[in-house]
Each structure stands twice: as structure tokens, then as C-alpha cells.
């Protein structure tokens, strides 16, 4: 799968030619904002740089993708996934995973700040949680509601998602961004998630991601960010370090 994700790059730049759009994507939160990719404008968000440790084990990420096709306007297609490989020895199991793996449609409900209009922005997200590669098998689905709003000196995400997990069972997820002025040179970032599993054995997380957002020209971004969380008594740190690149495919000039 890694093969794959380093050809669609490879694609990406070879296609630069082509025209660029301004990349506003969503690296590096695990929330997202409510704004589409325009209709044949494609956005890759790949994280060739990533770090995760928890008390069991240290992996390192690489790569993470999300690519963003607009299909039509106001809608998205999203596919999204990364590989983790433990950097120290599994107790069971193989080294590398390709997890995160999900697909959905993503669409623009109300016009608003992040579209060049007046007020909020709203969009909902509809997909599947797909089969992982050496981690969890079955199918599970997630339904989410975005808001953004912009205002010269700030711009607010909130994020609410319900999600039937590939074991069946239901999970709330909860979540804020902030970012500092767009038109600053290097942009804080910061993102509060909460996230409960219910069942049996669901777990329960706390998430706080500080991060900053850079744009070196108008269809590139480079992003970096250090996340620490709270998964019921385990303490998880990750570094993610980035970019997205947006480049349009056909339409338009």
C-alpha cells in the first residue's frame, strides 16, 4: 500500500504542470474543516514524517495520505490512510500496518466564510471505515457534521461525528480548531478532541494537538505538530510533519 501512496505523489508532481489551486486542506488534525476541494481540483495531504508512542510500543509513521478529489461542486471525494511500522519489537502480530483506512463523501451545506460568503460554513461527511492491512477486519461507518467560521484575526473548525467502529460498536467524537491569522507567514494551530467508545472495553480519549500551519506558495503547505493524549490511563505522544499539495485534473483554468 506504501508503493501505491509514493506512486500517487510521484503522479502529483509530474502533473504540477498542469495548474495549481490554493491547498487549505486539513494536515495536521484529525478533525477537518467545511470546505471542499473545487469541482476537478485534487489535494493530496501526505505525511511522509510521523512518530507514535504509547506504553506498549513506538511506531513510525510513514507514509499518512488523504487524498481529496472534487468530484462536483460543493462535493468531495476523500480516501485516507497511513502506515505505522513498530520501531521496536511486537509481542504478536507483523511489524507494519496500514490502518486509518476509510472512504467518504464529503459535501458543502451552507456557504459561508471559507467559501468567500457571509457567515458560517457547514458541510457533512458520510463514509466507511474499511478493512485495515495486519489490524482490524470488517467494515464500520461514520457520519459527521463540520462548522467553520473565519474572521480576520481567527478562524474556528467544530467537528461532531457519530461512528459505528469495525467491531460494531458506536463511538462519539468531538472536536475543536483553532487557527491563528490566515495571513500570516507561519500559522498556529491548535486542536481539542474528545472521543468515547461505548461497549465493552471502549476506550475514552483526550487529545490536544499544538501544530503550525505554513504556506510557501499557493498550492503548497508544509505543516508540523506534536499531539499528547489521554487513551483511559495510557499516555500517547505523536510528531506529524507534512504538507498538501493541490493541483487541478480537469475544468476550469
Given at each position: 500500500m506504501s508503493r501505491r501512496c509514493v506512486s500517487?505523489?510521484?503522479?502529483?508532481?509530474?502533473a504540477s504542470v498542469l495548474s495549481a489551486t490554493h491547498a487549505h486542506a486539513y494536515r495536521p488534525f484529525d478533525g477537518t474543516d467545511a470546505a471542499v476541494a473545487p469541482r476537478?481540483?485534487?489535494?493530496?495531504?501526505l505525511g511522509p514524517v510521523g512518530y507514535l508512542r504509547d506504553k506498549n510500543a513506538r511506531y513510525f509513521s510513514a507514509p499518512a495520505a488523504i487524498l481529496n478529489f472534487g468530484l462536483v461542486d460543493r462535493m468531495?471525494?476523500?480516501?485516507?490512510?497511513?502506515e505505522l511500522i513498530a520501531l521496536t519489537t511486537p509481542t504478536e502480530g507483523p511489524r507494519g500496518q496500514f490502518t486509518?483506512?476509510?472512504?467518504?463523501l464529503k459535501f458543502v451545506l451552507r456557504r459561508g466564510t471559507l467559501q468567500g460568503a457571509s457567515g458560517p460554513s457547514v458541510a457533512t461527511e458520510i463514509g466507511a471505515l474499511l478493512p485495515t492491512i495486519n489490524g482490524e477486519d470488517g467494515l464500520g461507518?461514520?457520519?459527521?457534521?463540520?462548522?467553520?467560521?473565519?474572521?480576520?484575526?481567527?478562524?474556528?473548525?467544530?467537528?461532531?461525528a457519530a461512528r459505528l467502529t469495525r467491531e460494531g460498536e458506536p463511538e462519539l467524537f468531538g472536536g475543536v480548531i483553532w487557527e491563528g491569522p490566515d495571513k500570516w507567514r507561519a500559522r498556529p494551530v491548535?486542536?481539542?478532541?474528545?472521543?468515547?467508545?461505548?461497549?465493552?472495553?471502549g476506550d475514552t480519549v483526550w487529545s490536544a494537538l499544538d501544530g503550525v500551519i505554513i504556506p510557501l506558495h499557493e498550492d503548497f503547505t508544509l505543516d508540523a505538530g506534536l499531539r499528547l493524549a489521554?487513551?483511559?490511563t495510557?499516555?500517547?505522544f505523536e510528531l506529524r510533519a507534512g504538507f498538501t499539495w493541490g493541483l487541478r485534473l480537469w475544468g476550469g483554468s
Amino acid at each position: 500500500m506504501s508503493r501505491r501512496c509514493v506512486s500517487l505523489f510521484v503522479g502529483a508532481l509530474l502533473a504540477s504542470v498542469l495548474s495549481a489551486t490554493h491547498a487549505h486542506a486539513y494536515r495536521p488534525f484529525d478533525g477537518t474543516d467545511a470546505a471542499v476541494a473545487p469541482r476537478g481540483e485534487f489535494e493530496l495531504e501526505l505525511g511522509p514524517v510521523g512518530y507514535l508512542r504509547d506504553k506498549n510500543a513506538r511506531y513510525f509513521s510513514a507514509p499518512a495520505a488523504i487524498l481529496n478529489f472534487g468530484l462536483v461542486d460543493r462535493m468531495e471525494l476523500v480516501l485516507e490512510g497511513r502506515e505505522l511500522i513498530a520501531l521496536t519489537t511486537p509481542t504478536e502480530g507483523p511489524r507494519g500496518q496500514f490502518t486509518d483506512t476509510a472512504a467518504s463523501l464529503k459535501f458543502v451545506l451552507r456557504r459561508g466564510t471559507l467559501q468567500g460568503a457571509s457567515g458560517p460554513s457547514v458541510a457533512t461527511e458520510i463514509g466507511a471505515l474499511l478493512p485495515t492491512i495486519n489490524g482490524e477486519d470488517g467494515l464500520g461507518f461514520t457520519a459527521a457534521l463540520i462548522g467553520s467560521q473565519q474572521w480576520e484575526l481567527t478562524t474556528l473548525h467544530l467537528n461532531l461525528a457519530a461512528r459505528l467502529t469495525r467491531e460494531g460498536e458506536p463511538e462519539l467524537f468531538g472536536g475543536v480548531i483553532w487557527e491563528g491569522p490566515d495571513k500570516w507567514r507561519a500559522r498556529p494551530v491548535l486542536e481539542l478532541f474528545y472521543e468515547h467508545e461505548f461497549g465493552g472495553g471502549g476506550d475514552t480519549v483526550w487529545s490536544a494537538l499544538d501544530g503550525v500551519i505554513i504556506p510557501l506558495h499557493e498550492d503548497f503547505t508544509l505543516d508540523a505538530g506534536l499531539r499528547l493524549a489521554r487513551v483511559e490511563t495510557t499516555n500517547v505522544f505523536e510528531l506529524r510533519a507534512g504538507f498538501t499539495w493541490g493541483l487541478r485534473l480537469w475544468g476550469g483554468s
